[in-house]
């Protein structure tokens, strides 16, 4: 019986520390490079759409659903369009959220029952 406690403990701690860090990269990738900078600074980055020019205004907000950065890009007869990160950053922020959460649920299981026997 004791074998299994050490081993839901490992494994409860195990699924935080994953789950942490792949919490942390979802972050990083999505908002990394504007550290310190403009949300408008990664809209300068990327591809433009087709139709705008190089040079035209732009504006970026960081979005949390989907994680990432939202661009809106100005031509002369105004905002024509708006792109959005893809979701991958979002479901490697939600998948880490839940084995971290997994594992607080097991700790906290594990240490019950070994406070019941």
């Not at 990327?46 to 031509?75: A, F, K, N, Q």
């Not at 939600?94 to 594990?110: D, E, P, Y």
Request: with cysteine.
């Amino acid at each position: 019986m004791r074998g299994n406690r050490a081993l839901r403990l490992t494994l409860g701690v195990g699924l935080i520390v994953v789950g942490l860090y792949m919490g942390f990269r979802a972050v990083v990738w999505a908002w990394g490079p504007i550290l310190g900078d403009s949300p408008a600074i990664m809209c300068t980055y990327r591809e433009v759409p087709e139709g705008m020019p190089l040079e035209g205004s732009r504006h970026g907000r960081i979005t949390l659903w989907p994680m990432g950065v939202e661009c809106t890009y100005w031509d002369a007869n105004g905002p024509a369009v708006t792109t959005q990160d893809d979701w991958s950053k979002t479901m490697l922020a939600l998948t880490g959220a839940t084995l971290a959460v997994g594992g607080v649920i097991l700790l906290a299981r594990t240490r019950l029952r070994a406070q019941t026997s």
